[in-house]
């Protein structure tokens, strides 16, 4: 019997660093600080396994974590330094928790010798993140390092993913101490049980107008196909939960269309009158249900059957016919055993809810010469179906999210959260983990600049991304909520934008200002070309009517319906 041989005296940042690639840590994002340096050190022992990218701002850095964690199933790995760092990255936290993402952040800390007494930069962060995160500890030993890195990937990855916060004390990474690394961990999965899916089979057969709807996250290319597979069969329309487009491929024939705020309304029928709803890894928020309407809480007028990993959310907001504790990969297998047994056929329905998502796919118009539904429809014809399409928070997304038909896992980046910023660092994680596809930003020119600085990270590390930024010169969003409360009131709500397309210039990238429908196609075509070939960010300015604030709505129409009814 071979003796095991006694690990090497380390510091900290050493324990650390070995740890987290033996976890399988491909790629961390960071922006450097002094309270952590030990750990910036030992990146020196793992060229070429580890990659580190330095970032610009902390929240660039974060989301480009939560979007790789989006990505890859795996947490997202950020390290940022104390105080100020800290509570800049805070956002991506607040993203990954929303979003079920799995993301561990690292933030440095005052040494133990110098805690409580608010030294330079102290943060208790315990209370900080306490709310935002699934766990948040301080690892004070050096010695235990690693069964905090090895309990950090079991908390970020079981049950309902989400992010985990570790304060990195100076002195523990500093310290020395001879201690063993962990295996690699094991993720834990939760499966239906027999007699749960024999009453699952037994409500849908009795259904009339069922309706199957997906989202959440820990869905793998295998687990679409085999609720693909399944919803063929059982003949049920399939909805996608708000922003997690990349859960099914909506070409797909029973593809229904993007369920949530903006919804058409044969969808939002549909899912209304539907006798039975087959909710699958959703949590079934607020933007997914229009504000708890459309499937109603504390108690839906649909049947429901409620499949999730985390047994504490069922029953939470909704209480469900049947609930189900299982991760969306365990039960898509389980899923594909199946056969219904119903008599009744639902095929029509099928057809007609794709025939209503095909229709909804033809641009609405819209004022002005440039029509952001025609350039949609471009970019979902001739983008490949692989490309990855991001989005931050504003109307702009919703343009997108209507008339691109997303292909399945990694072909769409989106906070549920609704956060603005993330659609450039998120582009950016993309392009990272699949350079051979494109990706697309498309960003509100409020929500861009919220993180612009990150096409510094583009350039360094050489990325083609191209972005598409709606100039209209104003919060168009709020704009659009003013104008629904207090019509004909506007104020504090508009800004002056620089040049955008000189700011990419200065990036070493192409920009164009487009301003009519037939201008659109031939720029688009020339920023992807450029972006492939030179593999340095393109920026398309998009400067349109502002009226033209969603598809198929106008602020001046708005603004005449909240007129006349407050005048009734």
Known sequence: MTATPTPAERNGGQILMQQLRIHGARRIFMIPGESYLPCIDALNEHVGAIEPIVCRQESGAAYMAEAYGKLTGEPGICFVTRGPGATNASIG??????????MILFVGQVGNDFIER?????IDYRRMFGQMAKWVAQIDRTDRIPEFIARAYAVATSGRPGPVVLALPEDTLWGRATVADLPRYQRTHSHPGATDLARMVQLLDQAERPFLLVGGSGWTSNAIDQIAGFAKRFELPVGTAWRRLECFDQRHPNAAGHVGWAMTPALRDRIRDADLVLAVGTRMGEATTEGYTLIESPRPRQRLIHVYPDANELGRVFAPTQGIVADVASFAAAAAQLKPGHAAPRGEAVIQARREYEESLRPLPSPGPLCLDEAASYVDAHLPQDACITVGAGNYALYPHRYRRFAGLGTSLAPTVGSMGY????????????????AVCYAGDGCFQMNLQELGVALQYRLGIVVLVFNNGMWGTIRAHQEREFPARTIALTFQNPDFTQLIKSYGGHGEAVERTADFGPAFERALAFAQRENLPALLEIRYDADGIAPGQTLSAIRADALARHDA
Do not use: N
């Open 423 to 438: 659609g450039l660092p998120a582009a950016i994680s993309a392009k990272l983990e699949h350079p051979d596809r494109a």
């Open 118 to 122: 608010e030294a330079f930069q102290e």
């Open 93 to 102: 936290v607040h993203t990954a928790f929303q979003d079920s993402t799995p």
